[in-house]
């Protein structure tokens, strides 16, 4: 298989493994010394080279969902502060009718409003709310405000609180997340150079009509046409419990599977993309939860069309919400 994607690096890596071992068998076997590199660069090195770019794949998805969690649970935060907002509101423009304090609420913050303004709001209705119980003046009104629910200053500057230490969980997350991809990404331009010195080294040793030569795995796809797309949709099933996934079949004779990849959040991202679901011809629909572990959480996926050739073709982003 070529290399098409990030997560492809270690399945081709594990051609090569396999390609390399059953070449030094052979070698060994007619008393000749195991095959390597110009610079001694042998099969033991490309499997701790593949190991490690493994591993990092792993951590970066591990750092990758880290980062979905954080940010899935800023926004439950702010959204339920953001309705605590819209209820002061209206409690103080009913209780305190005609008051100054009715002239001072804050403005509700937009959703996606940055942190600096998300908390300037929230800082400005505990001044208020702090000053509105400080205030025995007021006509037919009695403090402390609470909520019909008990909710009281208190709770809610505690939960201020508990956003700001989840803003910065979220900057946290990036910046490991961020670290960790420059970190796989800079083993992964070594390892693919190896496996280009390896082919080459083949065809040199044994020439081009070789077993050898002839069955070394690609690096890249065949040149060759780019498949069409398939078209994809996809929704929320409440009943599942899953994100459920459909696309148009491909008519491409070239066929071998359909790969579903996904990437946390709104913006699909081919670069960090995890191969989620391969699915036989004859299969156009997927199931999953992944990226979408908790309600809040926001995933995008795209349906590629894999051929044989190793020439691939994405569909069309298809992001899920889960309620």
């Known amino acids: 298989m070529p290399i098409t994607d990030i997560g492809s690096y270690v399945t081709t890596g594990s051609e090569f493994e396999a390609h390399w071992t059953d070449v030094d068998a052979d070698r ?4 000749l010394a195991a095959f390597a590199l110009p610079d001694g660069f042998a099969l033991a090195d490309l499997s701790t080279a593949v190991a490690a ?3 990092v794949i792993t951590s970066q998805q ?7 969690i954080a940010t899935s649970g800023r926004d439950a935060q702010k959204e339920a502060l953001r309705d605590r907002v819209i209820e002061f509101r209206k409690i103080v423009d009913y209780r305190l009718k005609g008051s100054v304090y009715v002239k001072s609420l804050p403005d509700t913050p937009l959703p996606g409003a940055s942190e600096q303004k998300f908390l300037r709001a929230l800082d400005d209705m ?6 509105i119980n400080a205030d025995s ?8 405000l609470v909520f019909a629910d008990a909710y009281a200053l208190a709770a809610f500057e505690t939960d201020v609180a508990a956003l700001r230490t989840q803003y910065k969980a979220v900057v946290d997350a990036e910046n490991d997340a961020r670290i960790g991809r420059k970190q796989r990404d800079a083993l992964l331009e070594p390892l693919r150079d190896r496996f280009v010195s390896y082919r080459q080294g083949i065809e040199v040793e044994y020439g081009e009509q070789h077993a050898f030569t002839q069955s070394l795995p690609d690096v890249y796809p065949q040149p060759g046409s780019t498949p069409d ?12 419990m899953q994100a459920v996934l459909t696309w148009t079949a491909s008519t491409n004779p070239n066929l071998v599977e359909y790969g579903v990849r996904m990437t946390p959040g709104a913006t699909y991202d081919s670069n960090n ?7 036989t011809p004859g299969f156009e629909q997927f199931e999953t939860t992944e990226g979408l572990a908790n309600p809040g959480d926001v995933a995008s996926y795209k349906i590629y069309v894999l051929l044989s050739t190793g020439n691939e073709a994405g569909s069309n982003t298809v992001t899920i919400t889960r309620p």
């Open 273 to 279: 993309a995890s191969v989620i679901g391969n699915l």
């Open 62 to 68: 591990s750092s990758d969902n880290a980062l979905s």
């Open 53 to 55: 770019v493994t591993a």
């Open 137 to 144: 003046t007021t006509p037919n009104f009695t403090p402390p």
């Open 229 to 240: 797309a398939v078209t994809a949709n996809g929704q929320w099933d409440e009943n599942l």
């Open 28 to 31: 060994i076997a007619n008393s």
């Open 126 to 131: 505990a001044d208020l709310w702090t000053r």
